[in-house]
């Protein structure tokens, strides 16, 4: 990891620092989707690796409770039904016991393009349903259709803070973020915990 940073002194001091806190990491694919794999990965390792039944318990009220909260956004049934049966079977599948299993499910690409699309259908619905909430932290005062339909919904579109916060908001989960950045002055990653009401690890 240290060598793709070897040549950015800002970046290599802080990779240095998390690789004291840090035994491993993954990587994810750079296509504008990093965030939404990421967290749902994180969701699928902690419910079938680290066995964590509370989370399994919230994602799954949270996605059994999506059809109606997506169709009052104006998302019609036919588009996200089919990927919508599809992750609560996933996030509920007994066969599912190892990593290896976990990791398999985001390398295919139907799969993993249809759990992701659904996560950017419910970060959309999530700001269309409760836009009194977010329409002020929108840029160029766009209204929230609009930057739905070019900055949420289409898959190679990155994600900024508010997306996150719409997407963590409607699951109920809570993130941890480490932004690096070059700056040779600072020493350590920017460490942002999401929302901010969570607690820390």
């Known amino acids: ?57 919230k994602v799954l009220k949270k996605l059994k409770e999506a059809k109606p909260f997506l169709i009052k956004a104006g998302f019609e049934g036919m588009v996200f039904e089919d990927m919508l049966e599809m992750l609560l079977q996933k996030i509920d599948d007994p066969k599912i016991t190892t990593i290896d299993e976990v990791v398999s499910i985001f390398c ?34 766009l209204p929230i259709e609009y930057f739905c339909q070019t900055e949420v919904e289409p898959l190679d579109k990155e994600a900024d803070q508010i997306q996150i916060m719409a997407l963590l908001n409607y699951l109920e989960v809570a993130i941890k973020i480490l932004y690096l950045d070059s700056n040779v002055n600072s020493k350590e990653a920017t460490t942002m915990l999401l929302p901010e009401s969570a607690k820390p690890e």
């Open 108 to 141: 295919d690409a139907e799969t993993s393009n249809y759990i992701i699309l659904l996560m950017r259908f419910l970060t959309s619905g999530e700001l269309k349903n409760n836009s009194i909430l977010y329409e002020t932290f929108i840029d160029n005062g």
């Open 1 to 57: 990891m240290l060598d793709e940073f070897e040549n950015n002194e800002g970046f290599y001091i802080k990779v240095q620092k998390l690789c004291q806190t840090y035994a491993s990491y993954r990587k994810t694919r750079r296509d504008g989707s990093c965030f939404y794999r990421a967290l749902t990965f994180s969701i699928f390792e902690n419910i079938y690796v680290k066995k964590n039944k509370e989370l399994k318990e």
